[in-house]
């Protein structure tokens, strides 16, 4: 299996922002609670409540925004129930995530001090669903507001002297669905009123937006907002293999392996179209395209935990994760910032936990692979992939991202979706010369592939040895179900 790829090392092509490696956290299953926030009183180590071996992973992905509280939750959250001491906070009825009880143990002290201890930027979503103007706009002062008013007189009760300074804020989440059912058209007016008070220095104000290929929703958000008034339009879309089957979908067979990579591929199209619409009404994209929402989504109609969207990450999920990754990198001129759904215990998570243990996937392997592409400089690629093909249908095997850091060292992502066949890539690298390349590659044999807590390590990044460089042609043999990331000096 032959494909080509030609590098233009000599073009760079912008920033690939380090925010579109960012996480998300949500008051839902075992993410948050049972998750990684254990409380102080824990024997499990812990720092304010926090895992210690779950910080330690997630520092280790150098990952530079957590989302938080929701989601959906985000539209049920009034925050003051989350603040002041712990034992007179009011438990309240999660009615979005299973009607259990939410005891609001983990508010936004935790959050934000959570954040401190990762060295992330918190991404605080605001409730424009059930809450109110006067409501978000005292939270933006309680954490962000350094003189004296009557917000920042509670937060310094409260325990914490300075503000925060909190940059990125969500207006709402899916206002289209779980945020109030509400048209573009009332949401347009919403926005804008909840946005006029959210008030204070450098926020980067982050609108709800479309649910996949609702492009009406984004035209009707860019040509109903002054661009003044908002930085950021955000994107839902999950991969998953076609529900409309009898019995459990989880991307196994290759059939919904295949359906599930094709929706994970769609993602450059739904970027490429709502970035079109974007463009028309803001040509100097001033206004990012913020994907605060993507990942596997298996068997919700089905699964064992249907209210708490608990899901063994594999090697499927790895795969998801690499070509969507690069998809993003290729797209650095209009995708700041993205998130992926979720960091512990929910849906594509990078972090499983049980009572004692932790366990890194499949898909925390391909983010600590592909964290050399951090805020480093886009080196174009033109990609002609070989296809993998199953019946009627084809895909494209590979997909290929590239950057070059800023101590001048060049990264290759590369993912070969196929199942059954390797590939040859032969990589053209115009522009510059190397002298070395050297490479990790994940890979596994089947899509179910995945660690558990009694062999953590079955899935995990090796040394790669299929390289090989030869005036200015590099030569890249890639095994079926594989990721690689090449270093080139
Ligand atoms: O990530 C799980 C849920 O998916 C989020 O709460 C919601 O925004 C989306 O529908």
């Not at 839902?28 to 409380?39: A, E, H, K, Q, T």
């Not at 009406?216 to 991969?239: F, N, Q, R, V």
């Not at 619409?277 to 989504?297: H, N, R, S, T």
């Not at 590939?423 to 179910?448: C, F, H, M, N, P």
Request: hydrophobic share 35%; charged share 20%; proline share 4%.
């Amino acid at each position: 299996q032959q494909t080509t790829v030609t590098l233009s090392a000599d073009k760079p092509s912008g920033q690939i922002s380090k925010h579109i490696y960012g996480h998300f956290a949500e008051h839902l299953g075992r993410c948050i609670y049972d998750g990684f926030y254990v409380g102080e009183n824990s024997s499990i180590p812990n720092t304010e409540g926090v895992r210690n071996d779950i910080i330690a992973a997630l520092k280790n992905l150098n990952i530079p925004n957590l989302r938080w509280p929701g989601g959906c939750f985000a539209d049920r959250y009034h925050w003051k129930d989350g603040v002041g001491p712990k034992g007179q906070r009011p438990s309240i009825v999660n009615t979005m995530w299973g009607g259990v009880t939410e005891d609001n143990s983990f508010g936004t002290h935790d959050f934000l001090n959570m954040c401190k201890l990762l060295g992330t930027e918190p991404y605080l979503a605001g409730n424009t669903g059930s809450g109110t103007v006067q409501e978000l706009s005292d939270w933006v002062q309680y954490v962000n507001f350094e003189g004296k008013s009557p917000m920042s007189d509670l937060r310094v009760k409260n325990g914490q002297q300075k503000p925060w300074n909190v940059k990125f804020w969500g207006v709402g989440n899916e206002a289209w669905g779980c945020g109030g059912n509400m048209t573009p058209e009332y949401y347009v007016g919403e926005y804008r009123r909840y946005a006029t008070f959210m008030e204070g220095k450098n926020l980067f104000k982050i609108a709800s937006g479309a649910n996949v290929d609702d492009y009406h929703w984004t035209e009707t958000l860019m040509k109903g907002i002054p661009l003044h008034m908002m930085d950021g339009i955000a994107l839902h879309h999950y991969s998953f293999p076609s529900w409309d089957k009898k019995g459990p979908a989880v991307g196994f067979t290759e059939q919904e392996y295949f359906e599930t990579m094709k929706t994970a591929l769609r993602m450059d199209e739904l970027i490429t179209k709502h970035a079109a619409i974007m463009d028309k009404y803001d040509p100097k994209k001033k206004i990012a395209l913020v994907v605060d929402e993507w990942g596997g989504w298996f068997d919700v109609e089905t699964g064992t935990n249907p209210g708490f969207l608990y899901q063994q990450n594999t090697m499927r999920d790895a795969m998801i994760a690499g070509t969507t990754l690069n998809i993003f990198n290729n797209h650095n001129d209009r995708v700041k910032i993205a998130n992926l759904a979720q960091c512990v215990n929910v849906l594509q998570a990078v972090i499983l936990t049980n009572k004692e243990k932790m366990l890194l996937s499949p898909t925390y392997h391909v983010m600590e692979m592909y964290k050399v592409h951090q805020d480093a400089t886009l080196l174009p690629v033109v990609v002609k992939s070989d296809d993998y093909v199953v019946g009627n249908e084809k895909l494209p095997a590979v997909s290929v991202s590239a950057s070059k850091d800023a101590k001048g060292l060049t990264h290759i992502s590369a993912v070969n979706i196929d199942r059954n066949k390797s590939e040859s890539i032969e990589i053209i690298l115009s522009g510059a010369q190397y002298k070395t390349v050297r490479g990790r590659i994940l890979t596994s044999a089947k899509a179910d592939d995945h660690n558990t807590f009694e062999k953590p390590d079955f899935v995990k990044p090796a040394e790669f040895k299929g390289a090989n460089l030869k005036a200015g042609k590099l030569t890249v043999k890639v095994p079926p179900f594989s990721i690689v990331v090449l270093e080139l000096e």
